[in-house]
């Protein structure tokens, strides 16, 4: 008899970062995001950088990537996994794609949990800290005629609405 397992996602989003930066730039800030983390026990692990093939783990969590490039793009792949009370696993996913001929980056991220055992309800979570580290170390990229960043967007501010306007945002 095969046991099912509860999977739940609980948070996903896409955003574009600085076309200057690659796949080496993601593995980077995910080795920060893994070694600054107060919730991870990886740190003397991860002093070397992360690569293509990379596979880092403790008894409790992993941390595994992979690389793909060619003349035309740049695809990077990473997944950290946490076992909580070794029952539930909360799983995030991250890829990186680069388009070497129109100049773009784009990062997509995404956190999942699932348990083992039968349970009646699984913890939402929040959104993943290197959410934050991407912005802050690859920079935001253009999402339309605005910048992705951290700070919000004030629509009032500087006549934000027309100019939103202007450049058909709106």
């Not at 593995?27 to 950088?49: D, F, Q, V, Y």
Request: proline share 4%.
């Amino acid at each position: 008899m095969t046991r099912r397992r509860s999977l739940m996602l609980t948070f996903k989003t896409q955003l574009p970062v600085s076309s200057d930066k690659c796949s080496d730039d993601l593995l980077e800030c995910a080795r920060i995001w893994i070694t600054g983390s107060p919730h991870s026990n990886m740190k003397e692990k991860m002093s070397s950088s992360l690569t293509d093939g990379s596979l880092v783990a403790t008894g409790t969590e992993s941390i595994s990537c992979s690389v793909y490039k060619d003349t035309k793009q740049e695809i990077t792949g990473i997944r950290y996994e946490k076992k909580e009370d070794n029952e539930i696993r909360w799983t995030t996913d991250i890829v990186g794609f680069s388009d070497l001929i129109q100049e773009k980056f784009s990062i997509a991220i995404q956190l999942s949990v699932d348990s083992e055992l039968p349970v009646e309800h699984l913890d939402k979570g929040k959104p993943p800290y290197i959410l934050k580290n991407i912005i802050q170390y690859l920079g935001g990229g253009k999402d339309g005629c605005l910048t992705v960043s951290d700070a919000p967007y004030i629509l009032n501010d500087l006549g934000l609405i027309h100019k939103l306007r202007r450049f058909s945002c709106m």
